[in-house]
């Protein structure tokens, strides 16, 4: 017997009030612009979207099925709940001030069709800028454990020619991919063009109590389901699933939902939270000063780079692996240090000259040594932040480890990063001393891994940003020589200018400026810009985006606010109006851009690896990419701001009121 239900309700206004209707199944955003609906058919609970009154998502199925075997033969709607909420909370640190949390909420109570009944619930919710779903499995007498064998979660696009944006992995990323050309797994977030005036892009949130989810294509072409590896105990919830919804793709590059949909701050204290920039010794072993000072894993190396940061009003320095010996060996233990790195004697000079020290923590030592011992000491030396390198994947065991190292580094006031292709989901609301993590893949990591292209670089910003702040260590200024260094493998497609740029497009509780203090002193009028970026920004806004072709991005501190744009391959011609500044200021800017023979190209293999095998010389060779100028002029709201970017370029302003 085909059992089909349909249902309509007047939302309940009272905000986290929820109300009970047996006849609610459908939430509209807060603007009303997104309606989704959910239906009852056949053993299966699906959803619909609508967005600005166009269907976008088709009939796509919910549920879960359980190794138990829970939920397998079918599940109803036994009952419904409406609820909605509306307050604006205060961010530590990021891309806005503060957030406002809006949206309408419906949960299905769903029951098993057959004996034993087993119950779950899935909880449904509409932002004006996107839907998210979750599952609850509460605690009963039939279901005590919750192992996913089979996730149902699915979305169906509607669209005529549906391209996507979207990484397989953290380093390999694919570009306006028609859906008939989609492989059969991707990693999220996985951003869709649908039309011209219609794009979404599906993600998750919260993941810490399940693997990172993957999405699979459909016969059909058109549909995406959600999979991913959860046990834990009944009386729990799954991650959110998560699709981002916008007539823009620079709408999306500003959403907040993903933020949102993570627990509130759980930190009491969160005043030794600082973000900021960082200088970072990594890809300068071996490379020579302009006194002849060769750069290396040595106390002098951080003198130097603490010496400059503290001229220069830069917040940190961060020693990367090998300073407490070689990072894969069991034996070495992170509360020592090899004889060449006088932690004691760092960390003390660091703090007369009012600079925080970072320190580097392989997987292993985290695992091999009790981590209360390694906390208590870095304390001790006034380490400011970690970054956990090595964790690899992104499994349920792995996630878990993460979010317990989180926890331990916030009981001894230590700030954290995250890097290898760990998914950022939106934690750092909840752990506001979760910085940054690298998953984007760091600018320079690996021989053989591909330097980011122009194109990729306007690709970002809606794929791997969209799932929280990145470390991708931009900032490279000697691009020329550098490749004569021990750590630097590869070739950057980039002019000096885009590097700088994307200092500010990236957002990151840190940034890790890769180069050595001589190159940036070579260019300190260019590298000035880079001392106005705080990494804490009141408003974001993103100016206008063509995804794989350019982007421009504005972040305002107070009055100040600081502008940046990149060019694909091709450059462009810039015209901005600066309408967003107030009309009451003139304002001064400055102006950091590439010059007319500015280009992001270079002679000769990209890497090493590629040189040996062809057998052609991998050296330094002059290119045109570190040409710039820099310009000053006064303007209002409303003036035309008008540049040329070079290929693979980028264009930067610092905009200050004039008095």
């Given amino acids: 017997m085909n059992k089909s239900t349909t249902f309509t309700f007047s939302l309940c206004v009272a905000s986290l009030v929820p109300c009970v209707s047996e006849a609610a199944s459908e939430i509209q955003s807060p603007d009303k612009r997104i309606v989704l609906q959910t239906q009852a058919e056949d053993g299966q609970v699906t959803y619909s979207v609508e967005f600005n009154g166009k269907a976008i ?50 949960t299905l109570d769903l029951k098993e069709a057959e004996a034993p009944g087993r119950t779950m619930q899935v909880v449904l919710r ?70 011209d005036d219609r794009f979404i892009s599906l993600h998750e949130a919260a993941v810490v109590n399940s693997s990172d989810a993957m999405l699979s ?102 020693i990367d692996a090998e300073w407490y010996g070689p990072e894969r060996d069991p034996k070495s233990d992170p509360i020592t240090y090899e004889h060449e790195v006088d932690i004691p004697k760092i960390t003390s000079y660091a703090k007369e000259k009012g600079v925080g020290i970072w320190l580097y923590l392989n997987d292993i030592a985290l695992k091999q040594y009790d981590m209360d011992r390694t906390f208590s000491q870095f304390q001790k030396w006034g380490i400011k932040g970690i970054k956990h390198g090595f964790l690899g994947g992104g499994n349920q065991v792995k996630n878990a480890f993460s979010v317990k190292v989180l926890e331990k580094c916030a009981e001894y006031q230590i700030m954290y990063v995250l890097h290898e292709p760990n998914k950022p989901t939106g934690l750092s609301r909840t752990y506001p001393h979760y910085m940054s993590s690298e998953y984007v893949n760091s600018m320079l990591d690996a021989a053989t891994r591909p330097a980011a292209t122009p194109t990729d670089l306007c690709v970002f910003p809606v794929v791997h940003n969209l799932a929280g702040p990145v470390d991708r260590s931009c900032g490279m200024f000697d691009l020329d020589q550098s490749i004569a260094r021990d750590k630097v493998h590869k070739q950057l497609p980039s002019t000096v200018v885009s590097q700088v740029a994307q200092c500010l497009i990236f957002p990151s509780g840190i940034l890790t400026l890769p180069d050595m203090p001589d190159s940036y002193k070579r260019k300190l ?13 009141d408003e974001t806004r993103v100016l206008e985006m063509k995804i794989g072709q350019s982007i421009s991005m504005a972040r ?55 040189a040996a095998k062809n057998k052609v010389p991998f050296q330094p060779v002059a290119t045109k990419r570190e040409l710039y100028k820099i310009r000053k002029m006064t303007v209002k709201k409303g003036d035309l701001i008008s540049a040329r970017i070079a290929p693979g370029g980028g264009h930067c302003m610092w905009i200050r009121p004039k008095d």
Avoid at 526 to 537: D, G, Q, R, V
Avoid at 579 to 605: A, I, N, R
């Fill in 126 to 195: 509409a932002y004006d800028d996107g839907i998210a779903f979750r599952y609850v499995f509460p605690d009963q007498k039939d279901l005590k454990e919750v192992n996913f064998k089979k996730e149902f979660s699915s979305v169906s696009v509607v669209s005529d020619a549906p391209v996507a944006w979207y990484a397989k992995s953290s380093t390999n990323l694919f570009n306006d991919v028609p859906f008939d050309e989609l492989g059969k797994s991707s990693r999220t977030p996985f951003t869709v063009k649908l039309a």
């Fill in 217 to 318: 294509i459909g016969k059909d072409k058109r549909t995406l389901t959600y999979s991913s590896s959860c046990k834990q105990k009944a009386g729990s919830v799954s991650a959110w699933r998560s699709i981002l919804i916008a007539d823009s793709s620079a709408d999306m590059a500003e959403s907040s939902m993903i933020l949102n949909l993570n627990e509130p701050n759980k930190l009491a204290d969160t005043s030794w939270i600082k973000p900021g920039v960082s200088m970072w010794d990594w890809r300068n072993h071996g490379g020579k000063a302009d006194d002849g000072f060769v750069y290396g894993i040595n106390t002098e190396s951080y003198i130097r780079y603490i010496d400059f940061a503290h001229e220069q009003g830069l917040d940190y320095v961060l």
């Fill in 57 to 106: 998502i088709g009939k796509s199925r919910l549920g879960v099925e359980l190794q138990s075997g829970a939920f397998a033969g079918g599940i109803e709607v036994s009952g419904s709940h409406l609820s909605s909420k509306d307050e604006t909370w205060k961010t530590v640190w990021g891309q806005f001030s503060e957030y406002r949390d809006h949206y309408n909420e419906l």
């Fill in 525 to 537: 009028d260019l590298f000035e810009f880079i001392t106005k970026l705080t990494m804490n920004y």
């Fill in 556 to 610: 305002r501190t107070g009055d100040t606010w600081l502008v940046a744009s990149l060019a694909d391959e091709s450059g462009r011609k810039l015209d901005l109006k600066l309408d967003f500044l107030d009309p009451e200021d003139t304002y001064e800017v400055t102006l950091y851009e590439d010059q007319e023979e500015s280009h992001y190209q270079f002679p000769g293999s990209w890497n090493r690896k590629e």
